[in-house]
Structures are given as structure tokens and as C-alpha cells.
């Protein structure tokens, strides 16, 4: 099946940019997505890419797919500390499932 | 976004007891809705899915009769955990799909459950 990996943890300094690193095994994953979580609380979505897609900008978030390399890439322009949190990328599978990386714990430090 | 509410958002029990835990989409109608599990510092785990009026399909190693689901309109899913035990205890979490919405996964808030 689909296994995803991130690295577990990150931490910047406010005002700079961050990059949340994601690799993937399914070639078939027709979409690939960005949540973030914050303490105690549900998964927000950020964006999505289709695998037909190279980049994605939706204003502060760039994602960036290397479909080759089953790589997966999450920019966040001008970290602020309310963007402290963990991201989970996520690709699809069968039947819309989704499989779940590990979780990047994001630290933004003043 | 399309919003889906959890309730409860916590709930604490004696060991023996069942709990139900409500999964609504508000603006949309889900024919698909999913229930997770997570642990601590870990991510989500799925433990089935589930279509509107039919029987949910689980994942390998989740208990049915322990973990019972019910999707019985458009826009409630419930979880109940059957005489639950403190080894239960964790953050159970919905989301909500339809294919109106390319399928994309809204997730609820969770609900953390504290067996004692």
C-alpha cells in the first residue's frame, strides 16, 4: 500500500520562509494534499495539487510536485507564528482513502 | 470550505460504558464520511469508511462490533464505541467527502475520548 514520510520537525524564525518536505510511494495518487493541525484540534485544509500538476500558489503556500521523484513540497512564505502547528501531506488511494505521512511539527520562533 | 462538526469535542467515561460520537456535514450533503483515530504525536489512522446507507467497511484490525458505525443520512455519521476500555482512549476524528466537492476530505474538530 501507500506509505508517506515527512520529516518530523521544523523550526524557523519568524519572517522567514519554510519548506515542509514530503515523499510518496503510489505513482497512481491522483491528489496530494497539505493539512494542518493544531493542538487538541481537527485537521484544517490548506491545498491540494493534482498529480498532473507541477505547482500549485495559493498566496502565502506554494506547492511544488515532483512527480518523478514522488516528491511532494510545501512552501510557506513569511512564517508567522500563528503558522506553528503540524502539517500532514496526504495522498489519495483507492476508493478516495486517504494515507497519511507522519506529521512535520512546525516551530516559528520570534 | 465545506464545514463538518464533530460533537461531542470531549467526553469521559467509565470503563463499561458506550459512547456515540456525531459526525455532521452543514453545508453539504457527504455520501462518504471516514473515521480516524490518532495517538498521541502520531498521525491519523483510518478505521473505516463508510457510504450513506450501507453497511461501513473497515479497516484490517479494527474491531466492527467494538467500533459500530452508522451512516444513516447525507449528513450524520455516528461512532460508537461499545463498552469502551481505558486502552480506547484517544482522539477520534470524521471527515466528510462528495463527489460535488472532487472528493476532497473535510475533517471535523475530533472529539477526545478519556476512558476510565
Known amino acids: 500500500g501507500e506509505d508517506v514520510e515527512q520529516s518530523l520537525f521544523l523550526s524557523v524564525r519568524e519572517g522567514d520562509s519554510s519548506v515542509i518536505n514530503c515523499t510518496y510511494t503510489d505513482s497512481s495518487s491522483t491528489y496530494l494534499y497539505w493539512y494542518k493541525q493544531e493542538p487538541g484540534a481537527g485537521l484544517q485544509l490548506l491545498t491540494y495539487i493534482f498529480s498532473n500538476m507541477d505547482m500549485k500558489q495559493d498566496q502565502r503556500l506554494t506547492v511544488l510536485l515532483n512527480k518523478k521523484d514522488k516528491h511532494l513540497s510545501l512552501r510557506i512564505a513569511d512564517t508567522q507564528t500563528g503558522d506553528s502547528a503540524i502539517y500532514f501531506c496526504a495522498a489519495t488511494g483507492g476508493g478516495n482513502k486517504l494515507t497519511f505521512g507522519t506529521g512535520t511539527q512546525l516551530k516559528v520562533e520570534l | 470550505g465545506a464545514v463538518v462538526s464533530q460533537h461531542p469535542s470531549w467526553v469521559i467515561c467509565k470503563s463499561g460504558t458506550s459512547v456515540k460520537i456525531e459526525c455532521r456535514s452543514l453545508d453539504f450533503q457527504a455520501t462518504t464520511m471516514f473515521w480516524y483515530r490518532q495517538f498521541p504525536k502520531q498521525s491519523l489512522m483510518l478505521m473505516a469508511t463508510s457510504n450513506e446507507g450501507s453497511k461501513a467497511t473497515y479497516e484490517q484490525g479494527v474491531e466492527k462490533d467494538k467500533f459500530l458505525i452508522n451512516h444513516a443520512s447525507l449528513t450524520l455519521s455516528t461512532l460508537t464505541v461499545t463498552s469502551a476500555h481505558p486502552e480506547d482512549s484517544s482522539f477520534y476524528i470524521c471527515?466528510?467527502?462528495?463527489?460535488?466537492?472532487?472528493?476532497?476530505?473535510?475533517f471535523g474538530a475530533g472529539t477526545r475520548l478519556s476512558v476510565l
Open positions: 471527515s466528510a467527502s462528495a463527489p460535488a466537492s472532487g472528493n476532497i476530505q473535510y
